[in-house]
């Protein structure tokens, strides 16, 4: 994956809060279902093996994790706006990256949806961070948060994807990571998300229909990356290859719930648990969006064949 090389970035769509400082308050559950964002089975996992209860307890484990927590942030995004300015800059630094993928993937959705899309900003926050959604920390992976409609990542997590779940990593597999997230935005902005509950779990749950759509957004947004113009009216992005894709699906592969518990949970998978949907399941919506570059072949909601 490789970046216009003079294209402009705009870091206005980041809050970069890894200075120090707590941030809001608050309640509720941020989207994923029993998770957080893209990986957040990685959470309910934790909770179980290090101690929170059995296989039916993480939606409420997280529950409790996520509640109670106050506390201010604040951003400073001087750095960032010093350190990234051009796509030259994206294409030597994966915050400098990030930036530029947000920028695409916000731009996408905006020209998809028209008035519809509000801009939702993504916070970089070390270690933990407060939200609208209550507390989390790195371990909690990527996430959005519905209350505020921030998207929360701590820039770690790309290496505990090389490092923790074995995934090929590379600069389109963090893009596809922030392009899941947006689109559990999009969710938002649409009502999707509240026609599910989140203490359901199981295959054909509502919880993994989200996941699933998500992914699926993800591949529409990746389908026309390098087509999005930017506000000087060129893409952004210059070129995704084959092998981009091909380490999105890796990563697609290892996050899937029955990986996860098989590889990092009790060694044994458990249907009735998944809250994001299989390996095969998150690898197939991926790829239905790429392929198809339409939103609308993305409604997992209406469809008895999910993978």
Known sequence: MRFRESGRLDTSGVQDRRGGGGARGGRGLAVGGGGLGLVGIIVVVLVQV????????GTAGLAGTL?????????????????????????DSVECAIVADIESIQDYWG??????????????????????????TSGSGPFYCPGDQLVYIDLSFFDDLQTRFGAEGGAFVNAYVLAHEYGHHVQNLLGTNRQVDPRESGPTSGSVRLELQADCYAGTWANHAETVPDDSGQPLI???????????????????????????????VDQ???????????????????QTGDPNRCDTFATDDLG
């Open 272 to 290: 009735d648990a998944f809250t994001h949907g299989s390996s095969e399941q998150r690898q197939r919506w991926f790829t239905t969006g790429y």
């Open 111 to 136: 020209l998809t949806l028209g008035g519809t899309y509000q801009p939702a900003d993504t916070v970089f926050f070390p270690g933990s961070v407060q939200t609208a959604c209550g507390g989390a």
């Open 238 to 268: 210059a070129d995704i290859t084959d092998d981009d894709i091909a380490r999105a699906l890796d990563t697609a592969g290892r996050i899937g719930d029955d990986f996860i518990q098989e590889n990092l949970g009790s060694g044994t």
């Open 67 to 91: 509640g109670g927590l106050t506390g201010g942030e604040t951003a400073d995004n001087s750095q960032l706006e010093q350190s990234c300015q051009t796509g030259a800059d994206a294409n």
């Open 50 to 57: 290090l101690g929170g209860g059995g296989g039916g307890g």
